[in-house]
């Protein structure tokens, strides 16, 4: 059930990020034809653009660990059967907690900063608020901790076993 609602969560975040990836297309190119022909370009397209690049980043973390489309290789975890490919998943997900997990305790204290502050980025006339681009690391960043724990629950398991299931990678389905 847990693991049914996260993969709903990630597809969620996935179609959000597709849906600002096809309006990213858009600002861009009516700040090209905006530049180029009217000599007058779209103001904050900057700003929006790199604050878009981060939050789409982090809206996908979690569909990629959960595809199985993180760094993945059965070159090497093939040669050591079930139980080597189980150790190799569960430190796999190991070193994903750590690493995002200090993602996530590194982003509280400035996502709540940003929140309160009222914080943007840009100059001029269009000013960025900062805090869904801080909120999305952060939430993205939890999310991504949450897939990689039940990967590593999943893998100790079988290592303890020794039994392999079908396919041991990660899957989600859309």
């Known amino acids: 059930m847990i ?11 996935l179609l959000a990020a597709a849906a600002i990836i096809l309006l ?9 034809i905006g530049r180029s022909i009217f000599s007058t370009p779209l103001k904050g397209t900057p700003e929006m653009v790199s604050m878009s690049i981060v939050i789409i980043c982090f809206l996908l973390a979690g569909y990629a660990v959960q595809s199985g489309g993180m760094i993945y290789t059965d070159a090497v975890t093939g040669l050591f059967g079930n ?6 998943q569960l430190m796999s997900a190991v070193l994903g907690i750590l690493f995002f997990g200090l993602i996530v305790w590194g982003s509280v204290e400035p996502t709540l900063h940003a929140i309160a502050s009222g914080e943007y980025e840009g100059e001029g006339a269009l000013r960025v608020p900062a805090w869904p681009a801080r909120s999305i690391v952060f939430i993205g960043s939890a999310l991504v901790v949450f897939s990689y724990a ?12 020794g039994r392999a299931e079908a396919d041991t990678r990660p899957q989600i389905h859309i």
Do not use: E, P, Q
Not at 24 to 32: E, I, R
Not at 83 to 88: E, K, N, T, V, Y
């Open 150 to 161: 039940m990967i590593g629950i999943s893998a100790a398991a079988r290592l303890v076993s």
């Open 3 to 13: 693991r049914d609602l996260n993969a709903k969560i990630v597809r969620t975040l």
């Open 83 to 88: 139980r080597g490919l189980a150790f190799g």
């Open 24 to 32: 990213l297309g858009f600002l861009v190119c009516a700040d090209v």
